[in-house]
């Protein structure tokens, strides 16, 4: 029998496998919400048992699915890339996919993202999030015609917006942001990260307009500096830094 044959048990030594196999309890505290039920939002709580290693995201399938069906979240891959369960974990915007159990046990709240309308329950519509990163032109624009083959790119050029390409769209980073919280006008984080990445790109010819667009009062001069954003992203993109490079050109680089 080979290694690819073996069981866990198998693998694992005595201490490894004690480890393992032990759950710990975890309380979860969640603020809940259906129109059809009442106006005011509510707090729910329930225990279940988990492994360390279980991902959040485990723990709110072990209530939807065995305890109370009625609870709603978005979720899809599971492995911090769709961005569809993006919450806010004890005070902070997250994906409940990349935290594990044993970093919130024995306790944990978990509410909506903010500033966008609440749905039923951890669910908000996108709508206006996805407005805003529509509006940025968030796509390649080239116009110079079909090249016989494919638009050449040193490494430096690629680097130049390399961060920028990380972001999938998981509204954490803007909905972290105090100005859209109170600004429904406002453009958000998201939406410049991705314009930021065409702008910068040599292959792309509508910088301008991109910036121009940035320039009005909806734009990138709403942002405070709170660095909130930077901090929610779960893909560790630099969004402030983002931000106020796109400032820089709107002020210095003429258009």
């Known amino acids: 029998m080979g290694p690819e044959d073996a069981t866990l048990g198998e693998v694992l030594d005595e201490p490894d496998r ?54 709603s979240l978005r979720r899809s891959c599971a492995h911090g890339i769709c961005g569809s369960d993006a919450m806010v974990i004890d005070g902070h915007n997250a994906l409940a996919c990349k935290v594990l159990v044993h970093d919130v ?14 749905l039923k329950d951890l669910i908000v519509d996108m709508d206006p ?8 032109l968030p796509y390649l624009v080239n116009d110079e015609g079909e090249p ?33 919280w109170s600004d429904d006008q406002y453009i958000g984080p998201a939406a410049i990260v991705n314009a930021h990445r ?31 954003c930077t901090e929610a992203c779960p893909r560790g993109i630099h969004v402030t830094q983002a931000i106020q490079e796109v400032k820089r050109s709107i002020l210095f680089d003429r258009f």
Not at 39 to 65: C, G, N, Q, Y
Not at 105 to 118: C, M, N, Q, S
Request: aromatic share 10%; proline share 4%; glycine share 4%.
């Open 129 to 136: 999030f996805f407005e805003g990163y529509a509006s940025v």
């Open 18 to 71: 004690r480890r393992a196999n032990r759950t710990t309890e975890l309380t979860l505290r969640i603020r809940r919400f259906n129109p059809e039920v009442s106006e005011e939002s509510w707090w729910d709580e329930f225990t279940v048992e988990m492994h360390p290693t279980d991902r959040l995201l485990d723990a709110l399938h072990e209530i939807k699915w065995h305890q109370d069906g009625t609870l």
């Open 105 to 118: 046990a024995p306790k944990v709240t978990i509410e909506p993202i903010r500033g966008l309308r609440v």
């Open 198 to 228: 065409f702008i910068y790109d040599s292959r792309d010819r509508a910088g301008t307009e991109r910036l121009k667009i940035l320039s009005e009062k909806t734009g990138v001069f709403r942002c405070r500096t709170t660095f909130n």
């Open 148 to 180: 016989e083959r494919e638009r050449l790119q040193s490494p430096e050029e690629r680097e130049r917006f390399d961060d920028t390409t990380k972001c999938i769209l998981c509204a954490a980073c803007t909905t972290s942001c105090p100005i859209f």
